[in-house]
């Protein structure tokens, strides 16, 4: 085992953990390799992890949750993780992101429908990114046209988690009104059911052929005069032009959840290299009590502890607005952190195993394809330190080219527009 403290964690933190481990070691761990393998989706484990309750926990109770924290959705993911990332994501998606958006902003229906799906094992898919719109989301150009009481949504999505499983859908349009008005970005609800097929105009239109995490599908959706009705439309108070804004923050958690992923499948490795260093002999005596290897378990250790601080911190945290997601500028510097050491200890744990290491025997370059992924989906480590440094600095950081328009100066002291706090 590694150095395992509480870092601050309650009795009944302690005992989810625990009881997260157990499930974790005995019905995950055995099917991992598998799940990676086929490149099936677990529908096993889904059932599996539906029966623990471990799916919609962070819901509230009114919904049929457990309003459990995010600190506890965050212990049951890192023990996923040490096992099988795509189990990990599936906890990730079904207490955080969309599930947390839809439960602060939906109406009572959408949360109702939101809550019965995800307690019914369904894992919800986001669709923001575009083929020309990555980092930057507000240059998504598929459209969704209000015609009456419906919206016709008409474009294409990619990377989108779970296309062709996940029944719920929250699809990000750009809106526009009856007159061709531009009204700003929007999320809409759409429900892909196996019992009633999938609704006309949306379809899967490939399959990414994926490095790691290949238990769960990566697609492209199109969307060809999808039709939504009114009421699948969630709004924040502000409206549709600061709605993206909103709805983003929400789904802020889904950032904590990542860096978890990161963490536990950094975790997991530490644990199968510490056991190998006491197990493997070489020059007459075990690997460990050579001090090359021993100071990279040493720095191994400190770079996961310092992670866990951060995402336990971060799960912990509040929005300055008092919002019930995690802060931002918390969130952002947790991800950051946890998923670039999780690469580098993965990378050593795999060297601790020589040529055993890089065989597809063992989990090591299982784990090395699934960790790559963390410093990319869900916000690039660059864009993440573009949003720290603004907060820091206090200042909006456009950047477009033409985002520093009007320019009468970038000093922030001649000019007041720049010290305007970053979205
Ligand atoms: P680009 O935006 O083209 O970036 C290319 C490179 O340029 C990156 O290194 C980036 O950091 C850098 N860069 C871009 N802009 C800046 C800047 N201003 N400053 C510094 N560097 C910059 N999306 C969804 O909507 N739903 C999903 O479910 C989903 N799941 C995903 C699952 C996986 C496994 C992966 C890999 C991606 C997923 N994504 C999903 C997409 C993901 O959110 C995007 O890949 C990410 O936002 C980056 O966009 P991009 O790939 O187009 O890269």
Same mark, same amino acid.
């Given at each position: ?33 598998? %799940? ?53 994501? %599936? ?136 039709? %939504? ?35 536990? %499948? ?158």
């Amino acid at each position: 085992m590694t150095q395992e403290t509480t870092l601050g964690l309650t009795p009944s933190e302690c005992a989810l953990q625990a009881r997260a481990r157990a499930f974790s070691l005995e019905v995950v761990r055995p099917r991992a390799g598998e %799940i990676d393998r086929d490149e099936q989706y677990p529908w096993d484990i889904v059932k599996a992890l539906a029966g623990a309750g471990f799916l919609g926990m962070t819901m509230p109770k009114a919904l049929g949750g457990q309003d459990a924290s995010f600190l506890d959705a965050v212990l049951v993911i890192e023990e996923m993780a040490k096992s099988c990332t795509v189990t990990a994501r %599936i906890v990730v998606e079904t207490n955080m992101g969309a599930i947390s958006t839809v439960t602060a902003y939906g109406s009572e229906a959408q949360k109702k429908l939101a809550a019965r799906l995800v307690l019914e094992g369904d894992k919800p898919a986001i669709c923001i990114t575009e083929p020309d719109a990555g980092s930057d989301a507000m240059a998504m150009s598929t459209r969704a046209d209000k015609h009456g009481d419906t919206y016709l949504i008409n474009g294409k999505k990619h990377w989108i988690t779970g296309a062709g499983v996940s029944r719920l859908h929250f699809i990000f349009a750009r809106v526009f009104g009856e007159q061709g008005e531009d009204l700003g970005v929007g999320g809409f609800l759409v429900v892909r059911d196996e019992a009633e097929g999938t609704p006309k105009g949306l379809s899967v239109t490939r399959r990414e052929k994926t490095m790691g995490l290949r238990g769960r599908p990566e697609g492209e959706l199109t969307f060809d005069n999808l039709e %939504i009705p009114a009421d699948m439309v969630v709004m924040p108070p502000s409206g549709f032009k600061r709605g993206f804004a909103e709805l983003m923050n929400a789904y802020n958690s889904q950032r904590v959840g990542a860096g978890t992923v990161a963490m536990g %499948i950094a975790g997991g490795a530490l644990e199968h290299a510490l056991a190998w260093a006491k197990e493997r002999e070489q020059f007459g005596r075990p690997i460990g009590e050579f001090q090359g290897l021993q100071w990279m378990l040493a720095d191994m250790q400190t770079q996961l502890t310092a992670s866990r601080l951060m995402l336990y911190q971060a799960a912990r945290s509040r929005g300055p607005d008092g919002s019930a997601f995690p802060d931002p500028m918390i969130a952002a510097q947790a991800k950051i952190f946890a998923s670039e050491a999780a690469i580098k200890i993965v990378n050593d744990a795999l060297q601790f195993f020589g040529a055993r290491g890089y065989s597809r025997d063992l989990p090591l370059e299982r784990m090395a394809r699934d960790v790559r992924m963390f410093t990319i989906g869900g916000g690039t480590a660059q864009v993440l330190r573009t949003l720290v440094a603004s907060k820091m600095l206090g200042w909006k950081l456009p950047q477009t080219r033409d985002g520093y328009a009007p320019k009468p100066s970038n000093n922030p002291a001649k000019n007041p527009a720049m010290r305007d706090a970053a979205e």
